[in-house]
């Protein structure tokens, strides 16, 4: 970036500057107008955002203002004006470290976030404060989206992580497939792409590993192509649907404890099961209390990113995805049969927010942030894993997936696809009374800590209300709060309720923020109403986790009955 930048002394004797015959700060007052915008600008509470620092008259008076209220970061276009290396100063070309910054700085999903742009800098850089508003804005609509994700699949993880305890307690670990093979694995996803590459994919399929990604097992089974591997990981009824109609049972079912359980309890063919992303609470239990070790595997978004990282996990061989639109192609959401499938126009992509991409082959193509917050999970997992060998992407269509390279199909099979049929790994099922009695004894305790949660949240709610028309707290109240907190605390550091309570915890944290000038009667409303939100919430996630074992109980010993 060419600029000519020229130092003047303002009327009050300080310095101020000029940028291409822009001026960043006041020619009369600079500290003055400092103060002036951030009184204006400033939200408490808020993620501020300073596009240009220029002499650092407006950060300082943002930091002054802020002190515990709220985080800043600072953006500056000009190499100029980046200051010392201490500051908190982040140049426009560290895509990548302000890009980390914002997603720190808006942790637990939040989204207040304030943008403050310098005197004149949106004219001397308006391509550098587009980029930072669209990369915010993305950012903030991924978060928008996962969030959505956790309130609506809150409960339904809670149910299928309980019952999943059975099947995984029976069934192989995904461990025994780590680096099972030296073969290619291609990963199949439900892309509109998919269909065109399925004539091919059925020629070499014997002398590869596949992998299906969720429903497209349908796309793959109407052409009669048998895939080795079925990778599940949702646990909505919509997804059960996309399997309970499916006849052949010879791939083997890979499946996360957040997939839908009933899939696993009607699926006949081999099962390995494995933890979504890290879950040290649910590993821990497992592993201590049933003697089972089940590996992290990282995803985000879909199934297909998960059936990336598992396709890395138990291969060192060539890695190839087919299908993997993340677009739009030719106006349809998904390949040939599959049961989503269905054309799309104008006034869908307006619905849904769509958006045009780099493609794969150079073009622009419709997407939206469901898809690109897939997009950006592909790209993160491929920077955070190192693979022994390539890895392709064979679409041919879609959205451009940085960091993959890219190659046809049938480039992909000529050069690295031999014509040899691959042995493949096959564990059995071990069904051990000795298990289903440890499960049966955990959940069982897992109950009476539920009731005694129940018991902790109704007392809570019933000593609030002895004080809800005054203006304080009573000691009594206040020591007996304290002592239901600590208490609460340690029962749900033992009990397998992380994701039901993660709504609640975003709720209670964000909702409740100290208003500036509070009165102490706001601020005993803002405690007490954010204190009932709590207990009562967790009151009711305890009740639905409590049926759900209760449920899966009944099931295991039924199970043991059998045996």
């Known amino acids: 970036m060419s600029e000519i930048i020229n130092y003047i002394v303002s009327k009050t004797g300080i310095n101020t500057v000029e940028v291409n015959g822009y001026l960043l700060h006041s020619k009369y007052d600079p500290i003055k107008e400092a103060d002036r915008i951030v009184e204006k600008e400033f939200k408490e509470n808020f993620v501020h955002i300073l596009f240009g620092n220029g002499l650092g008259y407006i950060s300082n008076a943002l930091k002054a203002k802020l002190k515990d209220k709220g985080e800043l970061l600072i953006v500056e276009p000009f190499k100029e004006f980046l200051g010392s290396k201490n500051e908190d100063i982040l140049f426009i070309e560290q895509r990548e470290d302000i890009n980390n910054k914002i997603n720190y700085l808006l942790h637990d999903n939040r989204r207040d976030i304030k943008v403050i742009c310098s005197p004149n800098y949106d004219k001397i850089a308006p391509e550098a404060y587009k980029e930072l508003l669209k990369n915010i804005k993305d950012i903030q609509s991924l978060n928008i989206i996962e969030e959505n994700t956790l309130r609506l699949a809150s409960e339904n993880w809670q149910e299928n992580y309980i019952k999943n305890l059975l099947y995984a307690s029976q069934d192989a670990s995904i461990s025994e497939l780590y680096r099972a093979y030296n073969c290619p694995v291609i990963i199949a996803s439900g892309g509109p792409s998919l269909t065109k590459q399925l004539p091919l994919l059925k020629k070499i399929k014997n002398s ?72 040290n609470q649910v590993e821990k239990r497992i592993k201590e209390e049933l003697n089972l070790t089940l590996p992290h595997i990282a ?43 269905k054309s799309v126009d104008d006034s869908y992509f307006k619905k849904r927010n769509a958006f045009q991409v780099e493609g794969y082959f150079d073009d622009l193509v419709m997407t939206d942030y469901v898809f690109y917050s897939m997009k950006n999970s592909f790209e993160q997992i491929h920077k955070k894993i190192k693979h022994s060998a390539s890895i392709f992407n064979c679409t041919e269509g879609g959205v451009k997936i940085k960091g993959f390279k890219q190659i046809s199909f049938k480039n992909f099979a000529d050069n690295y696809v031999e014509a040899n049929d691959i042995f493949k790994v096959n564990s059995e099922k071990s069904t051990s009374k000795e298990r289903l009695n440890s499960l049966f004894m955990m959940l069982n305790d897992e109950i009476k800590k539920y009731e005694q949660l129940e018991s902790l949240c109704s007392e809570a709610i019933i000593t609030l209300k002895k004080d809800k028309n005054k203006l304080i707290f009573s000691n009594n109240t206040l020591k007996k709060l304290d002592k ?75 199970e043991i009955g059998e045996l």
Do not use: C
């Not at 985000?300 to 291969?315: C, H, K, L």
């Not at 405690?527 to 009740?543: D, E, G, I, P, R």
């Open 208 to 279: 590869v590993i596949l992998i299906a990604s969720g429903s497209t097992i349908n796309s793959l089974l109407k052409e009669n192509i048998e895939p080795d591997y079925i990778v599940t990981i949702d646990g909505s009824e919509a997804n059960y649907k996309h399997f309970n109609q499916i006849t052949s049972h010879k791939a083997s079912l890979l499946y996360s404890l957040s997939s839908n359980y009933k899939i696993q309890h009607e699926y006949k063919g081999k099962r390995y099961a494995f933890l979504p992303l890290v879950n």
């Open 299 to 341: 995803g985000g978004g879909s199934v297909s990113t998960f059936a990336f990282t598992i396709a890395m996990y138990i291969t060192t061989g060539p890695i190839a995805l087919i299908g993997q639109d993340l677009a739009y192609t030719e106006n349809l959401t998904h390949a040939n049969n599959n049961k989503n499938q």
């Open 484 to 558: 239901i907190d600590n208490k609460s605390k340690e029962i749900l550091n033992d009990v397998l309720m992380n994701d039901i309570i993660k709504p609640i915890t975003m709720d209670v944290m964000r909702s409740f923020k100290e208003k500036e000038n509070e009165t102490p009667k706001e601020k005993f409303e803002r405690s007490y109403n954010q204190n009932m939100l709590l207990y009562s919430q967790l009151l009711k996630a305890t009740k639905i986790s409590k049926k759900f074992t209760l449920e899966a109980v009944s099931t295991i010993k039924t």
